[in-house]
């Protein structure tokens, strides 16, 4: 399954909502996570089943979305949120597939 | 608190076989929770998953890469293991280990090891 991610980059100034998508070749169902990677770290989960947060995850981030559509919100975006995002979908594999990330850049 | 801290060599000969090694603290990897995965990253580019394993089960791997895999557990040492085979240049890149929860309705990763780069070069 092959998961394509827009926008690429994504401008916003601190406090401005953000939505990023993500897009499935085929249905999976909620079977889709989300992970946020900050510079020279590794990955973080941030959603799991397309909208669940796991403990810790601030709850300006929702994800919502089933079958092929998903999005992430963050609905005001901090200065620690600048990173970048990848969807991953669990649906079928093997392969598990991620998508090719969006950078949530500072405008 | 689980952590996850890859080791290895960090450049290794084309057509040499890459040998990683996951050190798991703060629980036990045969707990019969969790799969144990890894994950490859190409230096400014996305993610490839590469393998899970299961202390009691046979490992899965991406079928691009499934000929040239071995993964393996030490429970004595708490660690588990990827080795990767005739490996080239496109084999560069940070190569992380990661935990996924089993029972939590899916194959994600919760904990995810720092990373550790390996070039692959002459």
């Known amino acids: 399954i092959v998961m394509t991610q827009s926008p690429a980059t994504l401008s916003v100034s601190p406090g401005e909502r953000a939505t990023l998508s993500c897009r499935a070749s085929?249905?999976?169902?909620?079977?889709l996570a989300w992970y946020q990677q900050r510079p020279g770290q590794a990955p973080r989960l941030l959603i799991y089943g397309a909208s669940t947060r796991p403990t810790g995850i601030p709850a300006r981030f929702t994800g919502s979305g089933s079958g092929t559509e998903f999005s992430l919100t963050i609905s005001s975006v901090q200065s620690e949120d600048f990173a970048i995002y990848y969807c991953?979908?669990?649906?079928?594999?093997?392969?598990?597939?991620f998508g090719g990330g969006t950078k949530v850049d500072i405008k | 608190q689980v952590q996850l801290q890859e080791s290895g060599p960090g450049l290794v000969k084309p057509s040499q076989t890459l040998s990683l090694t996951c050190t798991v603290s703060g629980g036990s990897i045969s707990h019969g929770s969790y799969y144990w995965s890894w994950i490859r990253q190409p230096v400014g580019k996305g993610l490839e998953w590469i393998g899970r394993?299961?202390?009691?089960?046979?490992?899965d791997h991406n079928p691009s890469l499934m000929s040239r895999i071995t993964m393996s557990f030490d429970t004595s040492k708490n660690q588990f293991s990827l080795n990767l085979s005739s490996v080239t240049a496109a084999d560069t890149a940070v190569y992380y280990c990661a935990r996924v929860p089993i029972g939590s309705g899916g194959y994600f990763f919760d904990y995810w090891g720092q990373g550790i780069l390996v070039t692959v070069a002459s």
């Open positions: 394993i299961y202390f009691s089960g046979s490992p």
């Open positions: 991953q979908q669990y649906y079928s594999w093997p392969p598990l597939t």
């Open positions: 085929q249905s999976v169902l909620t079977n």
